[in-house]
Every structure is written in structure tokens, then in C-alpha cells.
């Protein structure tokens, strides 16, 4: 399998939270997401710094730079509840970023970071068969 395959099972799995995901299809679908983020504002050529309040763009013009990463959302949040099952945590642990005191959220961010970086439990566990087997 290699990096096309893993965006396809994520894509297949988009509104799937259940089981788990190996480390590099999460990263191979986050890669994927960020590259089609970066395109569709390359591709609609919005300038840097046009997304201000004083310069607010025409929605007919942001819209199709928002689509598509807004698309991608639900199967990037899908694969991160899955790569969190691996390694044995809840999928609740994603909206921990949502906190309200933007200095704590670097810190969750970071340890989100880190357990996406962290191998999987080895053998099956309350999530489901290990994705390696």
C-alpha cells in the first residue's frame, strides 16, 4: 500500500469512526488534506493577507477555496478518531483542541501531535483487530 491507497481508504471511510487507522494512513490523509488546501488557494489565486476584516473577499471567491478543505473535514476527523483508537484513547480526545484559552490549546495540539505519532497498541484492543495484522 502506499500513499494513494491510504487517501482512497480514508476517502472510503470518510463518516466511518469506528475501528482504527495505522499511523501512516493518518498522515498520508492530513498530507493529502493540506496539499488540497494549499491548491485550491493556488488554484482561485487569493492573495496573501486578503482574508483580513478590512478586506474582506467577495464569497463568490472565497467559497470554492473553502470547499474544498470543508469537504475533506469529516474524513480527516474520521481517520484522526481512528488513529486515536489505536493507540487505546477515546475519540472525544480530538475536541480537547477546541479549548477555550488559546495558550492551552498549543499544548493540546502538541500532545495530539504526539499520540498521532505513536505506534498503535499491538494485537487487538476495545476498538477493534490491530489495522497491521
Request: proline letters at 8%; aromatic letters at 12%; charged letters at 15%.
Amino acid at each position: 500500500m502506499g500513499f494513494a491507497a491510504d487517501v482512497f481508504i480514508c476517502l472510503k471511510k470518510t463518516a466511518d469512526f469506528r475501528g482504527r487507522a495505522r499511523r501512516r494512513e493518518f498522515w498520508s490523509f492530513l498530507i493529502f488534506w493540506i496539499i488540497a488546501a494549499v491548491a485550491s488557494v493556488l488554484a482561485f489565486e487569493i492573495p496573501p493577507g486578503s482574508f483580513n476584516t478590512a478586506a474582506l473577499l467577495p464569497l463568490a471567491k472565497s467559497a470554492p477555496v473553502l470547499l474544498i478543505p470543508l469537504i475533506l473535514i469529516l474524513p480527516l476527523a474520521a481517520v484522526a478518531v481512528r488513529r486515536l483508537h489505536d493507540i487505546g484513547l477515546s475519540g472525544w480526545w480530538l475536541v480537547s483542541a477546541a479549548a477555550p484559552i488559546p495558550v492551552l490549546d498549543v499544548f493540546i495540539v502538541g500532545a495530539q501531535v504526539v499520540c498521532f505519532a505513536k505506534a498503535g497498541t499491538a494485537g487487538p484492543n476495545r476498538y477493534g483487530p490491530d489495522p497491521r495484522a
